[in-house]
């Protein structure tokens, strides 16, 4: 899928009161944001419009709070981080209508280059249903509305799609332009050789992800829990290793399909096993890929390790989504680990598909050594499996 839509610098902003959707779902712990990429990859939209004087109307979702005001997801402590990295007031509208008196009042306060931050737009059970009212309360706020949600973008809410309805023009941000940028360029058009990892728990959530990615990259490289289904596919003894039996048959119709395709499709070649799923079980690594019985596959082992490594230092182009690993617990994280190290020492443009791999990456200190971490996890899946992301959608075209 590829898009050619509006973005903030088609339009005209001075004077003109803009709401703009951000993905401030951010981790936080006893109110202490633990993660800032998607703040951090929010401020060149934010900073555009205030310096091209525009009147700046933030609002995201935070967590489920499913249509009632929680105070611990409320997006004080996002406003108040926020004015420290733009060195610039971002007003908090704390209102649990999210579009109620005090957030109106707000509005029609602000000077232009003011910018305000509207409360969780989830307090309102409309939002998730892409309701009208909702929408038409948000929209009745600003003439422009200004998408900048990448991680947001494949769901149809109220204010990802239904506000662009009730608006004078739609379009996207910075941070959802680069997004496209990124990830399009790697789908359309890699520099090759192009290799995909995959990794996480489960292949039924990454189906389509495989199917598409086998009909584009070089190499597939599979890890994690997903990769022992696969292996059982090919005879292997995996133990109690978690096993999606249903996806056997799928798994055999990749491998061939892989082949068919001239795709070198990568399988551990060993694994670090625990007896039970705890981060202080003891720790056995396999002689090849075969694991006992009563032990499951916790991580990649070290030859995977070299394997998996060999192929990724040809490639040009890297996409990665999921862990190698348990890489939770510190005796299992040594794959995921190892991926990270060879990927942020590549000469290749490197993409990291956001979720667990993103997170992985940043806590191990690789975040600024790759070409681009996603700040959207299903959202690149999706966009990854070919599908129409409908709040990119919904904008205008040029
Ligand atoms: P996903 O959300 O599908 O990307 O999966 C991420 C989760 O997969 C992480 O929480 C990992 O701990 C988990 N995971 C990775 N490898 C394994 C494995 N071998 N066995 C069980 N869980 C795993």
Redesign the pocket.
């Known amino acids: 899928m590829t898009y050619d839509k509006k973005t903030i610098e088609d339009i005209q902003v001075a004077g003109r009161k803009v709401l703009v959707r951000c993905d401030f779902n951010v981790p936080m712990k006893d109110f202490v944001i633990t993660d800032e990429n998607r703040l951090v990859g929010a401020l060149p939209t934010i900073t555009y419009l205030v310096k091209n004087g525009a009147k700046v109307i933030l609002c995201s979702h935070l967590g489920k709070p499913k249509g009632q005001p929680k105070p611990e997801l409320s997006l004080e402590p996002v406003a108040k981080r926020l004015s420290e990295l733009l060195k610039k007031t971002v007003l908090f509208a704390a209102d649990d209508n999210v579009v109620g008196n005090t957030a109106r009042k707000a509005v029609e306060a602000m000077a232009d280059g003011d910018v305000i931050l509207l409360q969780n737009v989830r307090y309102r059970e409309e939002e998730t249903q892409n309701g009208d009212v909702f929408s038409k309360e948000l929209a009745s706020l600003a003439e422009i509305f200004v998408n900048d949600a990448f991680g947001t973008a494949h769901r149809a809410h109220s204010s990802t799609v239904g506000v662009t309805q009730f608006v004078e023009t739609s379009v996207c941000g910075y941070l959802i332009e680069k997004e496209l940028r990124y990830l399009g360029e790697a789908v359309a058009n890699p520099k090759r050789p192009m290799v995909a990892i995959l ?4 292949i039924s ?2 189906i389509q992800v495989i199917n598409n990615l086998l009909d584009k990259v070089d190499g597939l490289v599979i890890g ?2 997903m990769a ?1 289904t696969f292996m059982k596919a090919q005879g292997y003894e995996i133990g109690t ?2 096993l999606e039996e249903e996806k056997i048959d799928y798994a055999l119709e990749m491998i061939n399909k892989a082949k068919e395709k001239g795709v070198k499709l990568l399988l551990p070649v060993d694994n670090v096993c625990g007896k039970t ?1 705890a981060a202080d079980t003891e720790c056995v690594v396999t002689e090849n890929q075969n694991i006992s019985a009563g032990f ?4 990649i082992g070290p030859k995977s390790i070299q394997l998996f490594k060999s192929e990724l230092e040809q490639a040009k182009t890297v996409v990665w ?8 617990f510190d005796n299992f994280a040594k794959g995921t680990l190892a991926i990270a190290e060879t990927l942020a020492a590549l000469d290749a443009t490197t993409i990291i598909g956001g ?3 993103a997170a992985a990456v940043n806590q191990l200190g690789f975040g600024d050594k790759m070409s681009h971490i996603s700040t959207g996890g299903g959202a690149s899946l999706e966009f990854l499996e070919g599908k129409v992301l409908p709040g990119i959608d919904a904008c205008d075209d040029k």
């Open positions: 990794g996480g728990a489960k959530d990454k994690g829990g022992y290793s978690l799923f499951m596959g916790l991580d989504n999921g862990p190698m690993g348990v890489f939770e979720g667990d791999s």
